[in-house]
């Protein structure tokens, strides 16, 4: 039956006079099932491109906010020493100091732990239009607060970094929830998969762009001297006068990333409540019905708003989210079993995907692709910015869109499953054949991108999207903000293990400890195969068929 009938039905029914709720005669779950009908069968609009825009966009910055520090930290390091070294290799990796390197590359991912709990919370609890745009504030301030550091006798500009750093990634957790849950709740069933692609896929062109905007800006300070002595190391390791210039160079690449964020911010601010949260949160029926229409739909505007003003308002009793009701969810064995294997999965992922992309300068260099010994900062710098280009282009990229072409047609797990198997074999190999794959370079840097490629077609992709499908609508960005969280407590334990790994002076102990740290990612990433096998598959299937709750008397009464 069609949702206007039903519309009208509810607003013409008679009550049944001895029910407390004055709950009409017409069955008001039918009603709320029609209305999501609705939803789950709308074509693919221009609503929906703007919802993929303006969510992509925030992933475009956090991409770009996050992986610009890998290089930036080898910049930092050559302007703000902190223990003395004799050459280059020294300079990005001991003038900076390793806890100094750490502090910085912490603050971020904690604050993604922390800003993912806290916004997917609250969107649960308040909102999430009302959430939206905020943590694209927090992170436009926190992002110029970091280009604007300085270093002072009194404050170093590491534990600076790290405050600006930690706020920004409070911002970038929060944006994780909020974009996916506003995707997936705004997607009809048949293209939910590719909607909630494109909108992370937008991570790809923010870390395309940190990589390109690093190789402009080092180029483009290249010509800043006719002396040439300019872009050459020291003799006096104390005498760092000749490297200043490099200080605007790492503040322009890092400050860039408020632009994009800037440009968001005031579509994000304007977005309207998805109909979901509407109806099954704040108990708004008809409210839900004009959203869809107005919105979704885009139905006639005038005639709409005459029917939202002169209709009955229709408020339903449905479960509220309360810590009782949370643990009496989350209480049921299948979906505790649930919510532990979307949160294992993407910390199993990140381990290994933050234990890469944030220390990939320290990796090429291992490995010989970036020339440890050279003297020339143009050079070291150009080879660093040039190899993370490629990397992206060749590897990451081409496996967004990949899953984008496939992920409602193969359907999530098939994807997952692959991508976690084939880089636990990558890894493998790359750990146990490490001596003969870095003497024959190209097969090496071949192995490598393959993995890039297969963590995006494949777990970094699909981590995201699952949890925003498999939870009620009450608990749903709560549990995406969990999933993710636990993700960014496996980047944690990554970045701690390299420290780890960093504290060797000898280059081949460092390679060494490297053979080892992928054969430890081949082991999270095969444990990750192994949690896929608790996740349902998702694709054609309504988010109300994926919360596990009965919809037939999910309705409690009206009010």
Excluded at 54 to 70: C, E, Q
Excluded at 161 to 184: C, T
Aim: with cysteine; glycine share 8%.
């Amino acid at each position: 039956m069609d949702v206007d009938i039903r519309m009208e039905m509810l607003n013409d029914s008679p009550r049944h006079p001895h029910r407390e709720s004055s709950e009409p005669a017409f069955t008001l779950d039918h009603v709320r099932m029609a209305i999501l009908e609705e939803m789950d069968s709308a074509r693919f609009s221009w609503f929906q491109v703007k919802v993929c825009i303006v969510a992509g966009v925030g992933f475009f910055t956090d991409a770009y906010d996050i992986f610009t520090i890998s290089i930036a930290v080898v910049m930092i390091g050559l302007v703000y020493p902190g223990k003395e070294c004799n050459n280059l290799v020294q300079s990005w990796g001991y003038k900076m100091g390793n806890t100094d390197e750490l502090l910085i590359k912490l603050g971020t991912p904690l604050g993604n732990l922390c800003g993912q709990l806290a916004f997917g919370w609250l969107a649960d609890v308040l909102g999430r239009k009302r959430m939206y745009g905020y943590e694209l504030i927090i992170i436009i301030v926190s992002t110029f607060g970091q280009a604007v550091a300085g270093n002072s006798p009194g404050i170093s500009i590491y534990v600076l970094l790290f405050v600006w750093r930690f706020g920004m990634g409070l911002g970038i957790g929060g944006d994780y929830p909020l974009s996916a849950i506003l995707a997936s709740e705004f997607a009809a069933k048949r293209y939910r998969g590719r909607m909630m692609t494109a909108v992370f896929a937008a991570q790809g062109w923010g870390t395309l762009t940190a990589a390109l905007a690093a190789v402009i800006i080092t180029e483009g300070y290249s010509g800043n001297s006719t002396n040439n002595n300019v872009f050459r190391c020291p003799e006096d390791p104390s005498d760092h006068t000749n490297l200043t210039f490099i200080d605007p160079m790492w503040r322009l690449l890092v400050g860039f990333g408020c632009v994009p964020a800037a440009i968001a911010l005031y579509f994000r601010l304007t977005i309207p409540e998805t109909p979901r949260f509407s109806m099954d949160v704040e108990g708004d029926l008809s409210q839900a019905f004009h959203d869809i229409r107005m919105d979704v739909l885009r139905s006639d505007s005038d005639s709409n708003t005459a029917t939202k003003s002169e209709a009955p308002r229709h408020n339903i009793r449905v479960p509220r989210a309360t810590w009782k009701d949370f643990r009496a969810y989350f209480g049921q064995s299948g979906n505790s079993k649930l919510l532990f294997a979307t949160a294992y999965c993407w910390f199993a992922l990140d381990v290994a995907y933050y234990g890469l992309g944030l220390n990939q300068p320290a990796i090429l260099q291992y490995i010989g692709q970036v020339d440890p010994d050279t003297q020339d900062v143009h050079k070291y710098l150009s080879s660093i910015a040039t190899a993370n280009l490629i990397v992206v282009a060749a590897g990451q990229l081409p496996g967004y869109w990949v899953t984008f072409f496939l992920i409602d047609a193969w359907g999530r797990k098939p994807i997952q499953y692959l991508g976690f198997a084939a880089t636990a074999a990558i890894f493998l190999t790359m750990g146990l054949a490490y001596e003969k794959l870095i003497d024959t370079k190209p097969v090496f840097v071949f192995f490598y991108l393959l993995a890039n490629f297969f963590f995006n077609f494949g777990p970094n992709v699909t981590t995201f999207i699952i949890p925003g499908e498999v939870f009620p609508t009450r608990y749903r960005a709560t549990g995406h903000g969990i999933s993710a969280a636990s993700g960014k407590l496996g980047a944690v334990i990554a970045q701690i293990i390299f420290h780890l790994v960093s504290e060797h002076d000898n280059l081949n102990s460092k390679r060494k400890t490297i053979k080892i740290s992928f054969i430890i990612f081949s082991v999270f990433m095969l444990t990750g195969v192994g949690a896929t096998y608790l996740l349902p598959e998702t694709k054609q299937k309504s988010l109300e068929e994926l919360s596990n709750e009965d919809q037939d008397t999910f309705v409690q009464g009206s009010t």
